[in-house]
């Protein structure tokens, strides 16, 4: 089922129509084989450029960070070592990824918050570390006491050139990279080079730069030319250019379709959109997310849905995106809140205080001047001290205005939780956790599918995991359809399930049904 988007025209003779329709067709197919050449490649260059961007980001912020926490150890260099080895300890624990920090003076390693006091030099350890200079890095594959695993090494002196300062070591795990391009594919891999050598996709091994495959499509450098990021993509095939070549007359089809659709209507779909509203057309099932360790629902994600009295019942991924680019999302994102304000007040002689009532929330709906009034609204409608709101934002279309973060400041200050939901799909994901300040992670469920599957995607849901856990935050997955993906996800701690495995989404009076013999008949 397609919906249209303009206007319903006055019924016109069926040659007329299909005339139009097929020029219109045949327009589109032409326009779409000459510019979709350039497109794909522009937009391949797009997506490695801002690939590159912001690994180089990440990996500068993190240089800088160590850099500072060096910096400050600094004047540990003039003490002995059984008075400073717990500072050092305490700071490598809080410090992520760190291995250790190690005192050096005169160019003698003589404290290390691993193996306290010693007597080393330090260019056994590290012997391509320059202690002459003010500060140096260097990759290794490994130190002596743990040789097989690739670690960066960070040097930092006092300045007054007597090889006194400190040392880092950090370790180096090209897995979690792959979170960066796994789901592109127009990359096939990048590296991080440091002097003469390298880490990269292609090898678990520090090899030498010229080992690298040549000609990557991205270099970028940190501005203190301290290491450079290489990114590698791959061109089109011939199998691109024939599938190009389906795509187009795709394409050509679904455009004489939907303008021979558009041209046989006879009204607006807007109009049925806010008609359906006001006749109460719109309804919203719940879907229960379960806590791991409990196994009781910790609260539920509101679902809406539309039974058109003509075309049955709309999927919501069909009127969802016309409601955005029509400028209907804020109205029926009202109508939502309304409808789940009053579903909760006869939910709660059924659900324990506290439980989470989670909304979908449009990105464009939150840059939009009525938004905090609506949510005041919302707010004022419910029993806030019986749930807990949580709004749900879809990373892949995250808000990119500059007044984002005042605008999550302000809703949790208003006692609303955030997630942002189907993590992994969208193109800046890592850049989101650092800038924001976010409640929960929702794991995109092609990550969960991937479970038990030798998939591109199977390492990367580990990956996922991991940076959700060191970033403190709780984790919901979603879609869960087995018991062996469920299984998977607990051994790995994830907080919340979520999918068919433990319920459908359900309608007002069949979730009270479900929390009476799930929770309460558990309670008694």
């Given at each position: 089922?397609?919906?249209?988007?303009?206007?319903?025209?006055?019924?016109?003779s069926?040659?007329?129509?299909?005339?139009?329709?097929?020029?219109?067709?045949?327009?589109?197919?032409?326009?779409?084989?000459?510019?979709?050449?350039?497109?794909?490649?522009?937009?391949?260059?797009?997506?490695?450029?801002?690939?590159?961007?912001t690994?180089?980001?990440y990996?500068?912020?993190?240089?800088?960070?160590?850099?500072?926490?060096?910096?400050?150890?600094?004047?540990?260099?003039?003490?002995?070592?059984?008075?400073?080895?717990?500072?050092?300890?305490?700071k490598?624990?809080?410090?992520?990824?760190?291995?250790?920090?190690?005192?050096?003076?005169?160019?003698?390693?003589?404290?290390?918050?691993?193996?306290?006091?010693m007597?080393?030099?330090?260019?056994?350890?590290?012997?391509?570390?320059?202690?002459?200079?003010?500060?140096?890095?260097?990759?290794?594959?490994?130190?002596?006491?743990v040789?097989?695993?690739?670690?960066?090494?960070?040097?930092h002196?006092?300045?007054d050139?007597?090889?006194?300062?400190?040392?880092?070591?950090?370790?180096?795990?090209?897995?979690?990279?792959?979170?960066?391009?796994?789901?592109?594919?127009?990359?096939?891999?990048?590296?991080?080079?440091?002097?003469?050598r390298?880490?990269?996709?292609?090898?678990?091994k520090?090899?030498?730069?010229?080992?690298?495959?040549?000609?990557?499509?991205?270099?970028?450098?940190?501005?203190?030319?301290?290491?450079?990021?290489?990114l590698y993509?791959?061109?089109?095939?011939?199998?691109d250019?024939?599938?190009?070549?389906?795509?187009?007359?795709l394409?050509?089809?679904?455009?004489w379709?939907?303008?021979?659709?558009?041209?046989?209507?006879?009204?607006?779909?807007?109009?049925?959109i806010?008609?359906?509203?006001?006749?109460?057309?719109?309804?919203?099932?719940?879907?229960?997310?379960?806590?791991?360790?409990?196994q009781?629902?910790?609260?539920?994600?509101?679902?809406?849905?539309?039974?058109?009295?003509?075309?049955?019942?709309?999927?919501?991924d069909?009127?969802?995106?016309?409601?955005?680019s029509?400028?209907?999302?804020?109205?029926?994102?009202q109508?939502?809140?309304?409808?789940?304000?009053?579903?909760?007040?006869r939910?709660?002689?059924?659900?324990?205080?506290?439980?989470?009532?989670?909304?979908?929330?449009s990105?464009?709906?939150m840059?939009?001047?009525?938004?905090?009034?609506?949510?005041?609204?919302?707010?004022?409608?419910?029993?806030?001290?019986?749930?807990?709101?949580?709004?749900?934002i879809?990373?892949?279309?995250?808000v990119?205005?500059?007044?984002?973060?005042?605008?999550?400041?302000?809703?949790?200050?208003?006692?609303?939780?955030?997630?942002i939901?189907?993590?992994?799909?969208?193109?800046?994901?890592?850049?989101?956790?650092?800038?924001?300040?976010?409640?929960?992670?929702?794991?995109?469920?092609?990550?969960?599918?991937?479970?038990?599957?030798e998939?591109?995607?199977?390492?990367?849901?580990?990956?996922?995991?991991?940076?959700?856990?060191?970033?403190?935050?709780?984790?919901?997955?979603?879609?869960?359809?087995?018991?062996?993906?469920?299984?998977?996800?607990?051994q790995?701690?994830?907080?919340?399930?979520?999918?068919?495995?433990?319920?459908?989404?359900?309608?007002?009076?069949?979730?009270?049904?479900?929390?009476?013999?799930?929770?309460?008949?558990?309670?008694?």
């Amino acid at each position: 089922m397609v919906l249209p988007s303009a206007l319903y025209r006055k019924p016109v003779s069926t040659s007329l129509r299909i005339l139009i329709s097929t020029l219109i067709a045949a327009l589109v197919a032409i326009v779409f084989v000459i510019l979709a050449g350039h497109a794909i490649q522009h937009q391949r260059q797009n997506q490695q450029y801002e690939l590159a961007k912001t690994g180089l980001m990440y990996a500068t912020h993190l240089a800088d960070d160590l850099d500072q926490k060096m910096v400050s150890l600094l004047p540990l260099t003039a003490l002995d070592c059984e008075s400073v080895v717990n500072t050092l300890a305490s700071k490598a624990v809080f410090s992520g990824g760190v291995r250790a920090y190690i005192l050096v003076r005169d160019g003698i390693a003589v404290c290390s918050s691993v193996t306290h006091s010693m007597s080393s030099p330090a260019s056994k350890i590290y012997p391509k570390l320059d202690l002459n200079r003010d500060s140096d890095m260097v990759l290794q594959q490994g130190t002596p006491l743990v040789p097989d695993r690739p670690v960066i090494a960070f040097w930092h002196s006092i300045g007054d050139g007597t090889r006194t300062g400190v040392l880092l070591t950090l370790d180096i795990n090209p897995a979690p990279y792959m979170l960066f391009f796994s789901r592109e594919r127009t990359i096939s891999g990048l590296a991080l080079t440091i002097k003469d050598r390298a880490i990269s996709t292609f090898e678990p091994k520090i090899v030498a730069e010229n080992a690298l495959p040549a000609h990557p499509d991205i270099i970028m450098q940190d501005e203190k030319n301290r290491f450079t990021f290489r990114l590698y993509g791959s061109p089109l095939s011939a199998g691109d250019l024939g599938l190009l070549g389906l795509v187009t007359l795709l394409v050509a089809m679904v455009a004489w379709l939907i303008t021979f659709y558009v041209l046989s209507q006879q009204r607006r779909l807007d109009r049925d959109i806010l008609q359906g509203i006001k006749r109460g057309q719109f309804f919203l099932v719940y879907q229960p997310v379960i806590h791991s360790e409990t196994q009781l629902p910790g609260g539920f994600e509101a679902l809406i849905r539309w039974k058109h009295p003509k075309l049955g019942l709309v999927p919501p991924d069909e009127f969802i995106p016309y409601c955005e680019s029509e400028g209907l999302i804020d109205r029926l994102t009202q109508h939502i809140m309304e409808l789940a304000a009053q579903d909760a007040h006869r939910l709660i002689d059924f659900v324990p205080k506290g439980t989470k009532l989670g909304l979908n929330i449009s990105p464009l709906h939150m840059t939009l001047d009525s938004f905090k009034a609506d949510v005041r609204h919302f707010l004022d409608l419910m029993p806030t001290e019986h749930f807990i709101p949580l709004f749900e934002i879809t990373e892949r279309s995250m808000v990119q205005d500059g007044g984002a973060e005042k605008i999550f400041d302000w809703l949790h200050a208003c006692g609303i939780e955030l997630a942002i939901d189907d993590f992994g799909t969208g193109h800046s994901a890592l850049i989101y956790l650092q800038r924001y300040k976010i409640d929960y992670l929702k794991i995109d469920r092609g990550f969960v599918n991937s479970i038990g599957l030798e998939t591109v995607t199977a390492p990367v849901l580990d990956a996922v995991l991991e940076l959700a856990q060191k970033l403190k935050l709780q984790i919901v997955a979603e879609g869960i359809e087995t018991e062996e993906q469920a299984e998977y996800l607990r051994q790995r701690h994830v907080d919340y399930l979520q999918g068919y495995l433990f319920c459908r989404p359900l309608p007002l009076e069949q979730l009270c049904d479900y929390y009476q013999q799930h929770v309460n008949g558990k309670l008694v």
